[in-house]
């Protein structure tokens, strides 16, 4: 399962409502873990987030893994769209531990996600990000993913508009 033996305790489990604790509601707090995310508008909090886990958990259209490292919990990695008839699905992903970040956990988690979308049978994997985001530009590309389209201004973050960059993997 390890992608470049620097992840060796990493492990991808599908998050339960009891997994949610107040330092992963503080992620989302966290200006450099949101800066290119639409969690920068939205209010977290332990009893909604739980509701939302546990509604990932009956919903057959979306797979919510956390990342563990031993057994903390230091991110995320969401594949949806699981029975679209287009057989297309979307991943996005946060390392919300920033102590973990640049030792190719994310990559590694995508990687994963990757042999879970071949197993659902889908033709295609995607996923889009603020063009400034060189580190999940770098992730997806080193998992083959190739850049689609660049959709102009499409992002408004930090009073600040972004291009979003649309990346896409032919599992097929
Ligand atoms: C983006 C994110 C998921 C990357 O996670 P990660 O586990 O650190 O990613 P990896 O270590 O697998 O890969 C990151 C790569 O980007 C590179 N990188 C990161 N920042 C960089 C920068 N500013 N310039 C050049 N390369 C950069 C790293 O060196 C690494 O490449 P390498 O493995 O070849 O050395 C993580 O920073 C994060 O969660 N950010 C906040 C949430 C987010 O942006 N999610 C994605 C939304 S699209």
């Not at 797979?63 to 995320?76: R, V």
């Not at 879970?116 to 889908?122: D, E, I, M, T, V």
């Not at 499409?154 to 508009?161: A, E, K, V």
């Amino acid at each position: 399962m390890i992608n470049d033996g620097k992840s060796s305790d990493i492990i991808l489990r599908i998050l339960k409502p009891e997994d949610v604790s107040e330092q992963y509601l503080a992620w989302n707090k966290d200006e450099d873990i949101v800066r290119y995310s639409d969690n920068q508008y939205r209010n977290f909090t332990l009893d909604g987030q739980k509701d939302y886990v546990k509604a990932c958990l009956y919903n057959r259209d979306i797979d919510l893994y956390g990342i563990f490292s031993g057994n903390t919990h230091i991110g995320n990695i969401t594949i949806s769209g699981i029975e679209s008839i287009h057989k297309r699905g979307e991943i996005t992903y946060v390392i919300g531990d920033k102590n973990y970040w640049n030792k190719g956990i994310a990559s590694f988690a995508v990687s994963n996600m990757i042999m879970k979308a071949k197993s659902y049978r889908l033709h295609k994997l995607f996923a889009g990000l603020a063009h400034q985001n060189i580190g999940s530009k770098v992730v997806l590309e080193k998992n083959g993913f190739i850049l689609e389209g660049v959709r102009r201004s499409h992002l408004y973050y930090n009073n600040t508009f972004y291009d979003q960059l649309d990346y896409g993997l032919l599992l097929a």
